[in-house]
């Protein structure tokens, strides 16, 4: 599960005129090689990169966390923009499988090397399962457990990892699985990190982790890598510098160093485009109408990943204001859907770049795993039916409220601060949800205090708004977000139907395309019926992209991950 939203690809919408180069000096890390200059890609508005150990804890699992995780170690398996598997740019060179699903043989590449010269082995990779193993307990030592725990069957679904050589694994599983699923979802998490440089206390597993997390917040730690990039240097809310590693030895080697800009705000970010100091940044659709200002701009591209935006209501017991009962009920949520006008959204806020979204997979991009029934909505726009779905179970509006038992439908909606599009669209909620009698009062955070509060503080909020997850290459099965013990945990959402649908889809083996797909359309309806959120919008990010920055385009800024590949990008001087 990744919480946020990045800027990608989809298609070209415009074309403008060039935008200069930008450079950047850092201190020195090791295996840091000489370039033709330094990337500067602008992030979202108060976003800040908070974790560099690639197994991250819940309250770090972030689009950008993941996205810094990829630049500096490679994946074992790694997801392209077709949504397959691409071994060149995958440690493992193949996998194979029995009929049931049930034992999977992994052969690494041995090409790769970590930067101390040291080959990428099977010990690596079986040192990462005993980590992951580790840090999933419930018992594991703070910032611990695991945001993963028991995603794709990992670890509590797999009976046995074992080497077979220095290339080759056999990971057996406990019971049958969708083969594909399992390599998508598990065996992906599986990514080799340097055992010869991080196991600091190999007879003592507790050592290790509470080593480990103390040591995910400390950007120097990422001393040996595997990846394309090594770490130079990390200013929390300025830059986060990345130099070429030419000890890398996976696909075709980065040209140019990247930098990581934080930005305070659209407005700040915009100001950076028009100086030229950023060769791919993003245009805000609140900046629309000013676009053509942005003189030295090359193109601009409507962006879009697989995943959902949302607004949460907090279901657990102790929500802040006692309305994790009313929440819990069905029909509440679906007269919050109801209410809330995706067309108004999309046409009003976003320029038609925000297409309504019923459930968990979007519209764009285009996909095998949306069903074609959720197309349209499920519980259409109609103020009326909304309030006459309150009114029906006993609410009465008392001063414009909705009251029932001495229970009023008034709270605060969290949603991260800095983006205008993000506020606009909160205050379109606001507006829509008074219309039936339900009180919001807007509440901005930053995207790392909402996401702290909503992950680790279930009696401090009741609802947070403009949310999103990105699905990060897996398949978008559902047990990381929507099963009981799964991600939305905090949330307090438990469907034991749900369960049930979603292991249909991922504890049978493959019989067919169709029949894989028929079983996860099942979960699909189901879940945009049930309304364990509520869906939204989900806006494209529209990418601006300077002249003399060269390779950005679909299969480098990739829709699945959620992140782009900037050491296929290449930089000019003009």
């Known amino acids: 599960m990744r919480f946020g939203r990045i800027a990608l690809t989809s298609g070209v919408v415009i074309s403008l005129a060039a935008l200069g180069t930008a450079g950047g000096q850092a201190w020195a890390s090791s295996g840091a090689a000489q370039s033709t200059g330094t990337i500067v890609e602008a992030l979202a508005p108060q976003t800040e990169v908070t974790w560099y150990n690639p197994l991250q804890n819940s309250a770090n699992d972030t689009l950008l966390n993941s996205q810094v995780g990829y630049m500096l170690y490679m994946p074992l ?13 995958s440690v493992a060179k193949r996998v194979t499988y029995n009929k049931a699903g049930t034992v999977y043989h992994v052969y690494l590449n041995p090409k790769y090397k970590w930067s101390d010269g040291a080959p990428v082995t099977s010990a690596d990779v079986l040192w990462t399962w005993h980590i992951i193993q580790a840090i999933s307990s419930t018992k594991a030592p703070s910032p611990w457990p695991y945001a993963n725990a028991d995603f794709g069957d990992i670890p509590n679904g797999v009976k046995s990892v074992v080497a077979n050589g220095k290339y080759a694994l056999t990971v057996t599983l406990n019971a049958p699985t969708n083969q594909e699923w399992f390599i998508y979802d598990g065996l992906s998490q599986l990514l080799p990190l340097p055992k010869q440089a991080w196991d600091k206390y190999p007879q003592n597993m507790s050592k290790e982790i509470a080593y480990l997390g103390q040591e995910a917040t400390n950007p120097k730690f ?3 890598v595997d990846g394309p990039y090594t770490l130079a240097s990390a200013v929390p809310s300025q830059a986060w510098k990345f130099a070429v590693n030419k000890h890398y030895t996976g696909g075709p080697l980065a040209h140019d160093n990247i930098t990581l800009e934080y930005e305070g705000s659209d407005e700040a970010e915009f100001a950076a485009l028009q100086t030229r100091t950023v060769q791919l940044g993003y245009l805000d659709l609140s900046e629309w109408g000013a676009r053509r200002a942005l003189q030295g701009i090359d193109n601009l591209w409507a962006g879009y990943n697989l995943g959902y935006d ?28 109801e209410a809330i006008d995706q067309n108004a959204i999309d046409q009003d806020i976003y320029h038609g770049y925000a297409p309504p979204q019923y459930g968990p997979i979007p519209t764009r991009p285009v996909t095998v795993f949306l069903d074609p029934a959720l197309r349209q909505p499920v519980y259409p726009f109609n103020l009326a039916h909304a309030k006459a779905l309150l009114t029906s179970h006993g609410w009465k509006e008392i001063h414009g409220v909705m009251t029932k038992d001495g229970q009023s439908l008034a709270f605060p909606l969290m ?23 339900i009180k919001v009062t807007l509440e901005p955070k930053t995207s790392t205090t909402e996401l702290s509060i909503v992950t680790g503080e279930p009696s401090q909020w009741d609802a947070v708004g403009a949310f999103g997850i990105t699905f990060s290459g897996y398949y978008p099965a559902g047990d990381a977000v929507f099963y009981s013990g799964g991600g939305l945990d905090f949330f307090g959402w438990h469907n034991t139907q749900e369960d049930d649908l979603i292991d249909d889809f991922q504890h049978k083996p493959a019989t067919s395309l169709a029949a894989n797909l028929q079983a996860y359309f099942n979960f699909e309806e189901y879940t945009a019926k049930e309304l364990p959120v509520i869906f939204m919008n989900r806006p494209g990010t529209i990418e601006a992209v300077a002249t003399n920055l060269h390779g950005v385009n679909l299969a480098t800024l990739n829709p699945v991950t959620g992140y782009g590949e900037p050491q296929l990008w290449s930089l000019s001087a003009s």
């Open 415 to 437: 949603y991260a601060s800095g983006n205008q599009t993000t506020v606009q669209t909160v205050t379109l909620v606001q507006s829509d949800l008074a219309k039936i009698g």
């Open 77 to 89: 398996i790694y997801i392209n923009a077709n949504y397959q598997v691409d071994y060149q740019y």
């Open 222 to 224: 990422d001393s040996v």
């Open 310 to 337: 949302f607004l949460a209501v907090n279901m657990n017991a102790n929500a802040a204001n006692g309305l994790g009962p009313v929440f819990s009920q069905l029909y509440v949520r679906q007269a919050i859907a």
